[in-house]
């Protein structure tokens, strides 16, 4: 039975300049890495959200043989709190325009962008996502 999310992986050719790129996206650096420093990591974790979701970066190196390196298939969304800001900064970064800001049903609305290392980052404004957050926070009080 499916549990949860768990961890999504993203591939760079260059791990160094992809960690210190989400550390300015996320605003805090990854907590993790493998193989530990002094060597070169081969692997790298951040912990995102309300959830601390795992969120990885792997060497490209390390990617199954076949693995595309052209952006496609999977997009993985991130609910955030203001899309607009959200996508305008990760154009500011560099991140190119995948799908633009997508107003869909009942108050969804997506975009998603192609990193500078070739993987598709989405977000979104989710209402349930925020119902349940806000359901939890209840429970906890």
């Known amino acids: ?7 999504i992986s993203f591939y760079a050719d260059d791990l160094a300049k992809a960690s210190e790129w989400y550390t300015e996206l996320f605003g805090f650096p990854p907590y993790y890495a493998f193989p530990p420093a002094p060597a070169e990591a081969a692997y790298i974790e951040f912990r995102i959200g309300d959830d601390e979701d ?11 043989a076949g693995a595309a390196n052209s952006p ?8 955030v709190d203001d899309l607009p800001a959200t996508a305008e900064r990760l154009l500011s970064m560099g991140a190119t325009e995948y799908e633009p800001i997508t107003p ?5 609305t ?7 290392f070739g993987n598709v980052l989405g977000i979104m404004h989710n209402p349930h996502y925020l119902g349940i957050a806000e359901s939890r926070a209840q429970r906890e009080r």
């Open 72 to 79: 496609g298939g999977a997009v993985m969304y991130w609910h």
């Open 110 to 116: 997506t975009a998603s962008f192609v990193d500078p």
């Open 1 to 7: 039975m499916f549990r949860g999310f768990a961890t």
């Open 104 to 108: 869909r049903s009942a108050g969804f």
């Open 54 to 64: 795992e969120f990885g970066l792997i060497d490209r190196r390390y990617a199954p």
